[in-house]
C-alpha cells in the first residue's frame, strides 16, 4: 500500500549510505511527465523519472492506420515541445493543423454556430492534431540522449519526507533521496493521495468514445464540433490523408453500443444526428482503428505543492487537474504547468534549492489562476449543452449566434485556446 511517513531528518540519514539521490524526481511517464523530467534535465538538474512503463521507449507510429489516442495540441505546447527540442524532430507528415474550428448547437439551424478562423485571428493555425505516440517516442529518443536524466521503469510505493529532502521508495529498484518530487502521476495520482492532499472529483456521467475514419469528402483543415440534444458531443478533429478523429461523449450505456456498433450501424447513426450534418459535412466514412472508450470527470486538487508540513512536492498535469475533454486542452494545461516549473526553477537564484518553499508557493499562484478558468469554462459549457430546459436551450444555441457575431469575444477566446505561455 502506498503511503507517505514524515521523519526527523536524522532517521532518513541512517540509509542514506545505501540510496540513489538526485536533484529531483519526476513520478509518472505520460507526455507530462516525459516532457517535464526532459526539461528539468536540461536545465542542468540531476533528474531521474520513475514510471513503470518506462522500460522500452514508446514505438514510432507508421502506416496508414493512427494511433488510438490523438490529442490538439495547442501552440503552447508547440512552444513548449520546440523549447524541448522536440518540435522539429516529429515526423510533421503525421500532423494535422487546424486553421478553422465549426462548433455547432443542437437545434439545427443555421445560425446556431460558432466559427473560428486562423486567418481571422492573424495566427498560422488554431491547433495541430496528432497521435500521443509520435510526442511520446520523440520525448523517448531525446531523453536517451540527455545524460543528466536517469529514467527507472518502476512503481513508487511509499515517500519519506523530512526537512531536508524526500526518500522514495519503489517496488523494485530500492530507494532514491532527492529534493524535490514531481507528481506527474496521473488523475488518480498516487502522490496525491499519499500526501492527504483533497481533490474535488465530480462525475460527468459519461464516456468518450473514440475511433479514426476516413472520409470521402475533405475536412478542409476544420475541427467540427456538434453539441447533440440531451448532452452528447461529437467531436470530428482533422487528420493528415483524409482521416478524421472522432471523439463522442456520451452516456456510458451508449458507449459501450457504440463500441459494438458494425458499419452499417455507424453509417445509420451518422446520417441520423445532428440533422445529418457529419455525412453531408464529411461524406461516407470508413472506420480505420479500433474504437475505445474512456470515462469522464472533473478534478482538481485544492492544492499543487505538498501540504505545510511536506511541501517538497508539485502536482501537475492530470494529478493536479483533470476536465471534459469538450475544447481539447486538459494535456495542454499540463504542459503549462511544466512551462511555469521550467521557468521557475531555470531562473531560481543559487542559494535557493529546488524544493524551497518561495518557488513552490510562486509555481502554485501561478498555475491556480489558469486552471481555474478553463476547468470553469469547460465545465459551465458542457453543463449548459447538457440541459433540457426550453430556456437553456434558446440561450446556448442563440449564445453561439451571438458570440459568433463578435470580432471580440472569439478574438479572447482564441487567445484562451492558444494558451499564450513563454519562456522566460
Ligand atoms: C477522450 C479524451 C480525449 C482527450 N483529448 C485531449 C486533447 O485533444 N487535448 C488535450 O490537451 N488533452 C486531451 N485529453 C486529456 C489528456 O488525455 C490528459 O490530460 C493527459 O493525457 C494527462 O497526461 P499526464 O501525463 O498528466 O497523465 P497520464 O498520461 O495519466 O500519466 C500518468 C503516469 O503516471 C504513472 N504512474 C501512476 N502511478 C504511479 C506510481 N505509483 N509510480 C510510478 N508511476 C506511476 C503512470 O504509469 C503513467 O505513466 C483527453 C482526454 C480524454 C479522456
New binding site residues.
Partial sequence: M?EVHQNSPSKSHVHSAKIRTADVVV???????KACALGLAQLGLQTIE????LGQSAPGPQGPQWGQRI??FSPSTQKLLAHLQIWDALDHSRLQAVRDMRIYGDRGEKNDQLHLSAFEAGTPQLAWIGESDLIEHTLDQASRFQNKLERISD??EKMDIDIDGVTLHLKNAGSIRTQLVVA????NS?IRSMLGINASEESYSQS?V?ANWLCTYPHLETAFQWFLPGGDIVAMLPLPNKQVSM?WSTSPEHAAKLLQFDRSAWQEQFTSIAHGAITKQLGELTLNSVPAA?P?RKIRAKRFIGPEGAPKVALI???AH?MH?LA?????L?LRDVVVLLNILGKRESFRSPSDLVLLRRYERQRQGDTSALLWVTDKLKKLFSATSGTERQLRNWGLGLVNKSHFIKQRLIERALGEIDFE
Fill in positions: 502506498s513520478v509518472g511517464g505520460g507526455i507530462v511527465g520513475i514510471a513503470p512503463d490529442y490538439a512503481t513508487l506527474a502521476d496521473g488523475a498516487p468518450a473514440v471523439v474512456f469522464l498535469g492530470d494529478a483533470v475533454p481539447g486542452q486538459g494535456l495542454n499540463g
